[in-house]
């Protein structure tokens, strides 16, 4: 239990120790106020209505996003522009465009069309992140004038528009849906109602994040929000059972689930666009040897996709191995000190089950992806050298998804190879030769009804008909 405790001041220290040097606690925190979760209750991000124009050969579209910022307390929306929560200095507001959900989110060619490396010696290039639009509430968006501006939206007061040319790259079939998301944060200055500590800096207010699915069709549409069509597979409602900002028993408290510098909040529909099967932390890691700099931030890269970077997480004293995340600014964030405060076997904590059907089972949908584990980028180099990041996913080396999901907890070096050996997994293969030359032979086992069902051996009762509580229209993804 007092291991629990000392977790807590590992988190604190973790969370102090950027670029290196650990800050002492009292000047950060006299300097960053605290999030303001008060102040959240003031601000909703609306994505109003997207409008999608193909525009050019063969798979380009200019996508535009229509939206505004309600203020659910007082009524009426926030005009982003001149109002200070958004106008004073740390305030951020950004639209992600993203493609590929029906399987998994890919962003196949979002920083080039090309596929080729992208050469540089800056840390931070993105490996499979989304085409980003930053600084929406100064030069990143405009006003709403006309309705031909706007389409499909009645009242014009307040509304925005930003439009991004996207020219997706094909995977593993051909991209019809995408996804556009609004993040960022206002500051806790101007608004009514709540005691904000005084700034600068001013105290941030990490309002939930939006996020819409789109269609990509060949003719133009001026309404192409369609329901969200990636299986739903945890319940964000179960995640914030625990990360609620408040103790639970012996921990101090779990937080809500802010990351980022508190611009991506509450909306796993938006992690998941970034935390795909082709995205690692490769971008911040660089050669640390004969550097003071922490020694972890040179090693392998570390996959951050969800359905292996979650259980990861909280796997902290079942895995052999310490899940090390290298995060902005090559922070380090090692893991291993968290303790899941319920029975980390227990895979309906987090997963949707229902009439007798859980997500945790296998076998997986078909489409979903392996997970990159090796990039075949250039970036064990020193800080200021040329790094190669290799942005085309054909040529990644992933674990087979099966393997990426059981080995993300199940990470003893004899658990990895019984997958290979009676699994037919691989820790080392290209997408392409998935289904091919490597077949998961996993559920013939560890499938439902059989001798080693992963339901049974996880000592999961069988969900009944209603009861649990957890359909997937509750699902926020
Ligand atoms: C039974 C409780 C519990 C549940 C349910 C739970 N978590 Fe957690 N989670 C924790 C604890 C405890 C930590 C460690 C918190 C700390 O840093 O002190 C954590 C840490 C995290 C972190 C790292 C936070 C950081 O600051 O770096 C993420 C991300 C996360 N959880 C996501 C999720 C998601 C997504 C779900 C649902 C799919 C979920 N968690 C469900 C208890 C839980
Ligand atoms: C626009 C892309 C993007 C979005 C959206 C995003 N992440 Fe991340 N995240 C990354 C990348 C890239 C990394 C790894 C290296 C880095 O920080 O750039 C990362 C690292 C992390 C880490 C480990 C390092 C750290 O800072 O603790 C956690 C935990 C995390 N993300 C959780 C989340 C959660 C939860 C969400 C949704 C609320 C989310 N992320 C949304 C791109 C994103
Ligand atoms: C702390 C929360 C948490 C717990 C506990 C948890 N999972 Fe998960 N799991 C996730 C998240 C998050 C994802 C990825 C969701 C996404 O991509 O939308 C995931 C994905 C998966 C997937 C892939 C599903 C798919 O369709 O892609 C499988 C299989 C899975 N988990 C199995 C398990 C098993 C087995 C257990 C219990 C032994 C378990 N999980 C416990 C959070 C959890
Ligand atoms: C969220 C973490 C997590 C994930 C993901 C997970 N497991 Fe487990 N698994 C556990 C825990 C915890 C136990 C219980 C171990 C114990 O009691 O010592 C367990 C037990 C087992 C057992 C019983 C044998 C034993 O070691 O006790 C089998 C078999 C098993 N898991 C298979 C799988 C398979 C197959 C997958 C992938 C579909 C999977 N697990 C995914 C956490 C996980
Ligand atoms: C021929 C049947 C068979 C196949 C195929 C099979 N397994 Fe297993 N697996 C088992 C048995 C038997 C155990 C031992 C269960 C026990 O200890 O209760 C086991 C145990 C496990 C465990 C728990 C390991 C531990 O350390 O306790 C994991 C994880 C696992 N299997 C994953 C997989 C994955 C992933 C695949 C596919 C890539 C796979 N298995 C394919 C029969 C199989």
Redesign the pocket.
Known sequence: MTDIRIAQFRRLARALFVGGALAAASVAQSQTPPPAWDATKYFRYDIENVVVTPTGAPSTWTVKVIFSVANPVMGGTWDIKHALPFQSPGASLTADFGWDPATDFTNAGSANPLLSPIVTTALGSGLAIPVQVRNLQTTGAAACMTSADCPGVADLTNRFWVARTITPVAFTGPVTTGRVALEGKPVCNGVGGVSCPAGPPFAIVPVKSAAVSIALKSTVSLAAIIPDPRRAIVDIAKCQGCHDGKPHGDLLEIPRLSLHGGNRNENLGLCVMCHNANQTDVVYRYLTSGTTADPRIGGAETAIDFKTMIHSIHAGGFRKQALVVIGFNSSVNDFSYVRFPAKLRNCTTCHIDANGKGTFELPLKAGVLGTTVNSQSTYQVPLGATRSINVNPFTHLKI?P??A???SC?D?S??KS???K????SFAVKQADLGTKVK???A???GPGK??DVRK?HEIRSSGGGGSGSGSKEHDD
């Open positions: 087979s099966t393997a999901v059981c080995s199940h003893e004899d658990a019984h997958m290979v009676t699994g037919g997994a998961e032979r996993c013939g086992c560890h001798d080693k051996v």
